[in-house]
């Protein structure tokens, strides 16, 4: 088992250090590192020549030369309010990968109860204390993918949604779909919510901000009125 313990300094260049477990011994931050940039290079690779990837279900990008920050994306899954929609993820990777896992939070807004609607900040057992350095950023996006799938609403992320999902399960999928639509490019989309987001738009409000108050407010126009002249 290894594990990287706290970074220290020493010696008069003020050079990093990492305690590698197991045998206890002192690595160099900047051999660390190496590691990381080493294991997500192969890791890259893996995905695009992934049969995932040839399907246009995953994919992955990088946004600096140093491997340090990815850009994902995840197709909604099939028979799901996010069916035909395309979500970005933001990938970011720590010195200490694969011993520690990846930052990882959704860009697109997703109506979702363990990813927050305002912060895209995920709810993911095996992005906190259930990481295996034998996992991947394939094993990170299809997990994300299947998280779409099967909601954990007992340990939501964002508790607006896990409400509306375990006390009105029809206004969660027509919630999530439009979202889905709107953000994430879904066909998809319910023509009476989509009336009441034009009619508080045509008074002036910000479109994303009366989606969120309708949302939140479930879709009660009266109620979300008063949410947005709070603000």
Same mark, same amino acid.
């Given at each position: ?9 020493s ?6 250090w ?5 045998s ?6 900047a051999?660390?590192a ?7 290079k192969?890791e ?15 994919k ?28 970005q993820?933001?990938i ?20 979702h ?21 034998a ?24 508790? /607006?949604? $896990? ?5 009105? @399960? *029809?206004?969660? +999928?027509?919630?999530?779909? =439009?979202?889905?639509? /709107?953000? $994430?490019?879904?066909?998809v989309?319910? @023509? *009476?919510?989509? +009336?009441?987001?034009?009619? =508080?738009?045509a ?13 939140? +407010?479930s ?6 009125t ?6």
């Amino acid at each position: 088992p290894f594990w990287w313990g706290r970074e220290l300094s020493s010696g008069s260049g003020g050079a990093r250090w990492a305690r590698l477990g197991g045998s206890g011994e002192w690595v160099p931050a900047a051999e660390m590192a190496n590691i990381a940039v080493q294991r997500i290079k192969r890791e890259f690779k893996e995905v695009l020549k992934s049969e995932e990837t040839s399907k246009n279900q995953i994919k992955v990008d990088l946004v600096d030369e140093n491997f340090t920050e990815l850009r994902g994306e995840i197709a909604g899954p099939p028979d799901t309010p996010y069916e035909g929609g395309r979500y970005q993820l933001e990938i970011k990777i720590p010195e200490t990968y694969p011993f520690n896992p990846p930052k990882v939070r959704f860009i697109t807004k997703i109506w979702h109860p363990n990813i927050s609607s305002v912060t895209g900040a995920i709810c993911l057992d095996i992005l906190k204390d259930q990481w295996a350095a034998a996992m991947t950023l394939r094993t990170v996006l299809l997990s994300l993918q299947a998280l779409l799938a099967a909601a954990e609403p007992d340990d939501p992320q964002d508790a /607006v949604v $896990a409400n509306q999902y375990k006390q009105n @399960p *029809e206004m969660f +999928k027509q919630t999530a779909r =439009l979202w889905a639509h /709107v953000y $994430a490019g879904a066909p998809v989309s319910s @023509p *009476e919510y989509t +009336k009441k987001i034009e009619n =508080l738009c045509a008074m002036g409000f910000d479109r994303n901000a009366v989606i969120v108050a309708l949302s939140s +407010k479930s879709w009660d126009v009266e109620t979300a009125t008063e949410l947005l002249l709070s603000n």
